[in-house]
């Protein structure tokens, strides 16, 4: 493994460009849990910078192309992943984020990562993981929660308290009128609220994130998702046409949404400290959810895949990849494929015996890394075709 080696700016330089760029090159709000030299500031990497380049650089990273938005089983590059809404979301909430005058590294930090440990097949495959861990455990999933132990714990990346609280708060499930950041106040009190989440089904409802960045990246979460996955639904034939829709204050599509909800954020924003919209708007973007999940995510065509050939999987790949971890069978791929990769992905990092934990999480862990063909792929190696046919771009 190739030792990194962390070079600077030489303090003459560093104080040139500071001084010509106004900057101050120490500057650094980041709370970590580690004060370590090379995850401190610098002037052309700031804190939230190095917390971003550390996600989009994690081994889990690239799986987001081929997790699932919405729609599952379609050879249509068209349709979106879960790659394409967490760019969305950054560079939303970016916009707004700019014109409030918020740190805009902070909340790409955040967006970014805020579904690095999402399941494959969407919220589909969290359900039907979250019920198996639960019947074993009686602990909950959320993918909110497991994208705070990617980047956390099962990866130690040292982020800082802002982008790991503003992961852990996205919840883009829930929206109100105002967003007022919570206090937090510190690594212990963070670590106290994820355990909260796997204890008690209600208490991600009652995160709230501790800095506006994540404020803004919570509600852009729905902004980013509500006109995307109508656009993606009419493309698999999902909704008949865009009369399914009412042309309300806020649009019927991706990009009238967007916009008229960012105007409307940061007129109603501006100069406070808590973000908002108006009645108007809001009204307007909670019944426009609405009317996807009776359209679009919980119609009978849109489950029916879903509920007699998925979750039939996960029960059965669960409970052999549980057996082959409690009877140390190195040869499945669990070792191989997913204990090993950690190891070797952890080799330049402090990190505990990841073997050691909780079978359950293990295997929780391993699922909820996979992409949709991932899963597939090992199905199909562990007990062969499930009979499963992809949606072609012709036909």
Known sequence: MEKLNYERLSPAVEDKISKKLGLDPHEDKAIRRFDRPKDRASLWRSAFIKDIEKIMHSP??????????????????????????????????????????????????????????????????ERFLNALYHRETGRYFNHNVQSVRVLDKIFPLNLSLQTLDGILCHNGEAEFMEYRPAPIKDFADFDRRCEECYRDQKAIKRLVPNTLEGCVVRICDIIAYVGKDRQDALKTNAIS????????????????????????????????????????????????????????????????????????????????????????????????????????????RESGDYEAEEPNQIVVDYIASMTDDYFIDLYTHLFGDPGLSYIPYFG
């Open 60 to 125: 889990y990273y690239n799986r987001y192309t081929d997790k699932t938005q919405v729609f599952s089983l379609y050879k249509n590059d068209d349709i979106s992943h879960r790659a394409f809404h967490v760019q969305l979301v950054s560079r939303i909430a970016r916009n707004i984020g700019k014109m409030l005058s918020l740190d805009c590294e902070l909340i790409e930090a955040i967006a970014l990562g805020h579904d690095i440990g999402h399941t494959p097949f969407g919220h589909a495959g």
């Open 241 to 348: 046409s865009e009369e399914s829709f009412d042309d309300s204050v806020i649009g019927k599509f991706n990009a009238t949404i967007i916009n008229n909800m960012t105007v409307n954020i940061v007129e109603n924003s501006f100069g406070k400290g808590f973000i908002c919209m108006d009645r108007e708007h809001f009204d307007a973007l909670s019944k426009a959810k609405r009317d996807n999940y009776s359209s679009i995510y919980l119609t009978d065509s849109n489950n029916e895949i879903y509920q007699t050939k998925i979750a039939p999987m996960f029960e059965r790949l669960y409970y052999r990849l549980l057996e082959d971890l409690k009877s140390k069978n190195r040869r499945s791929p669990i070792f191989s494929h997913h204990i090993e990769f950690i190891k070797n992905a952890n080799k330049v």
